[in-house]
T-cell receptor
Framework: SQKIEQNSEALNIQEGKTATLTCNYT??????LQWYRQDPGRGPVFLLL?????KEKRKERLKVTFDTTLKQSLFHITASQPADSATYLC????????????FGSGTRLLVRP | DTGVSQNPRHKITKRGQNVTFRCDPI?????LYWYRQTLGQGPEFLTY????????KSRLLSDRFSAERPKGSFSTLEIQRTEQGDSAMYLCASSPRDAYGYTFGSGTRLTVV
């Protein structure tokens, strides 16, 4: 069956450390993968997109990797801050003729001061 | 343009009643998506419009659900004969083209009592 797996347990880290979140998928062939941030009661906010022919993408303190062989993406936040505390969602897109994104259930990140 | 606007923000309705939600996307975006999100889960795809054409619908979209996007501008999502299982956050998003980040609205939280 098709699945997108993100850690359901919250990731609790100390301010200043690097947070690493994982997105694994099975039985999908995405052309690209996106990461979103979601705060409670709000809609998701787009962060980064990485295509299947790209290994790594960076934006300020954010870094995303995409390994189509392992069917995995890693999302890193360096020098984390309490303001980075939120739920982070990965989403797969560009599959077959579909126009939609398929979202994982997200991982909650808590950054302690 | 201030982003994607959704109204109302909250809706409480009695089981069996009909409800309608509205989404105003970013004006330059020809792609519009509806998603549903329940607590602890990622957004689930409901339907997609390119301009005024509804190009994809999820199996989640039963015959009680209907969506329109007249003239390719705003969109409405109607749920007829609501059930308690329809209680969720309904999210609208828009994008200008494929392989581009979505801009989500803040959502409409529906509670069916």
């Amino acid at each position: 069956s098709q699945k997108i797996e993100q850690n359901s347990e919250a990731l609790n880290i100390q301010e200043g450390k690097t947070a690493t979140l994982t997105c694994n998928y099975t039985n999908y062939s995405p052309a690209y993968l996106q990461w979103y941030r979601q705060d409670p009661g709000r809609g998701p906010v787009f962060l980064l997109l990485i295509r299947e022919n790209e290994k790594e993408k960076r934006k300020e303190r954010l870094k995303v990797t995409f390994d189509t062989t392992l069917k995995q993406s890693l999302f890193h936040i360096t020098a984390s801050q309490p303001a980075d505390s939120a739920t982070y969602l990965c989403a797969l897109g560009g599959m077959d003729s579909s126009y939609k994104l398929i979202f994982g259930s997200g991982t909650r990140l808590l950054v302690r001061p | 343009d201030t982003g994607v606007s959704q109204n109302p923000r909250h809706k409480i309705t009695k089981r069996g009643q009909n409800v309608t939600f509205r989404c105003d996307p970013i004006s330059e975006h020809n792609r519009l998506y509806w998603y549903r999100q329940t607590l602890g889960q990622g957004p689930e795809f409901l339907t997609y419009f390119q301009n005024e054409a509804q190009l994809e619908k999820s199996r989640l979209l039963s015959d009680r659900f209907s969506a329109e996007r007249p003239k390719g501008s705003f969109s409405t999502l109607e749920i007829q004969r609501t059930e308690q299982g329809d209680s969720a956050m309904y999210l609208c998003a828009s994008s200008p083209r494929d392989a581009y980040g979505y801009t989500f609205g803040s959502g409409t939280r529906l509670t069916v009592v």
